[in-house]
């Protein structure tokens, strides 16, 4: 029973992806009204396909990285996970990991379940 109730112990919310997913939809929404963004996408609410990067992107380079570090921060501050976006493994990935907002909520909560599996497997 000590291994397997382990890891089956509840992750708390926000390593859900849906909360992943809402975490960077509210961070980009902040960005897009505060910046403005591409003015074709500020009046819609961003989605899972809403693209980051590439000739589609609703954001400039800049505010990619202010994303990333307010998603970092919110993560942080409103559900106690810790996760570093701008790593090594993100440049090799980033090509697929940033290009939309659901590819990111996709690496971000692999990146939580890999990070609950170390904390599981060191208990």
């Known amino acids: ?13 926000g390593w859900d992806r849906k909360h992943v997913l809402n975490t960077i939809i509210s961070c980009l929404s902040d960005i897009l ?12 609410i961003p989605t899972e396909e809403t693209h980051l990067v590439g000739s589609r992107s609703v954001i400039d380079s800049l505010e990619l990285i202010e994303l990333i570090i307010s998603v970092e921060k919110k993560l942080r501050e409103d559900h106690t996970i810790a996760v570093t976006l ?3 493994q993100a440049v090799v990935l980033r090509r697929h990991s940033f290009r939309t907002v659901g590819t990111l909520a996709e690496y971000i909560h692999s990146l939580c379940i890999s990070s609950a599996y170390e904390q599981c497997r060191d208990a």
């Open 86 to 88: 701008s790593d090594e």
């Open 1 to 13: 029973m000590g291994r397997n109730s382990s890891a089956r112990t509840p992750h708390p919310a």
């Open 33 to 44: 009204s505060e910046n403005g963004g591409n003015v074709e996408f500020v009046t819609n």
